[in-house]
Each structure stands twice: as structure tokens, then as C-alpha cells.
Nanobody, 114 residues
Framework: QVQLVESGGGLVQAGGSLRLSCTGS????????MGWYRQAPGKQRELVAQ???????SYVDSVKGRFTISRDNAKNTMYLQMNSLKPEDTAVYYC????????WGQGTQVTVSS
């Protein structure tokens, strides 16, 4: 069973940057479109960025121009570079496939202070 592990979260001031990483067992990154999701307190989990097998990317409007998703299939790793962070970006961030979701990992907490 594929396991996804997120890391790189932390506490940062508004305007700061963080880089999240997602590693997965097996060859999941070579065969599936992948995405970064987040869940803020009291809110539903949302897909904020996704990357296709060919490298095409898309973002939710609230993070466009600030977040960049990338993947290294050889390393079974996906990244989310987050710049110009805002307090409303505070959430637990998860990685997963875009279709046919796998079991969720523990996520990584991102807290942006104002």
C-alpha cells in the first residue's frame, strides 16, 4: 500500500516562504497526477495545486502566483513552494493523487502569523 509522507511545514510570518515536500512509496509519482491539498480549522479539505504526468499545473485562485508545485519522479517526491504566505494559508497540508485518492498521510502544519 502506498504511503505518503508530507514534511516542511512550520510557523512563518506573513510574507514569508516555505517549501513542502511529499514522498511516496512505490512508483506512484510516475503514474498518477498528484496534488497538494489543505484543510484549515473548521473547513473542508481543498485541492490547492495539482500537477499532471506531463508536468502541467493548475492552482486554485487563492494561491495563483504565490505557490508553485513541482515533482521529481525519479525521487518519488513532490514539492510545493509557497511564497508571500498569508494568514489565510494556515492549514494542514496534505499530498495525494488527484483521482482515486489514496490513504491520507498525517499532513504537515503550516501556520502563518500576521
Amino acid at each position: 500500500q502506498v504511503q505518503l509522507v508530507e514534511s516542511g511545514g512550520g510557523l512563518v510570518q506573513a510574507g514569508g516562504s516555505l517549501r513542502l515536500s511529499c514522498t511516496g512509496s512505490g512508483s506512484i509519482f510516475k503514474v498518477r497526477a498528484m496534488g497538494w491539498y489543505r484543510q484549515a480549522p473548521g473547513k473542508q479539505r481543498e485541492l490547492v495545486a495539482q500537477i499532471g504526468l506531463g508536468g502541467s499545473t493548475s492552482y486554485v485562485d487563492s494561491v495563483k502566483g504565490r505557490f508553485t508545485i513541482s515533482r521529481d519522479n525519479a525521487k518519488n517526491t513532490m514539492y510545493l513552494q509557497m511564497n508571500s504566505l498569508k494568514p489565510e494559508d494556515t492549514a494542514v497540508y496534505y499530498c495525494n493523487t488527484v483521482y482515486s485518492l489514496l490513504n491520507w498521510g498525517q499532513g504537515t502544519q503550516v501556520t502563518v502569523s500576521s
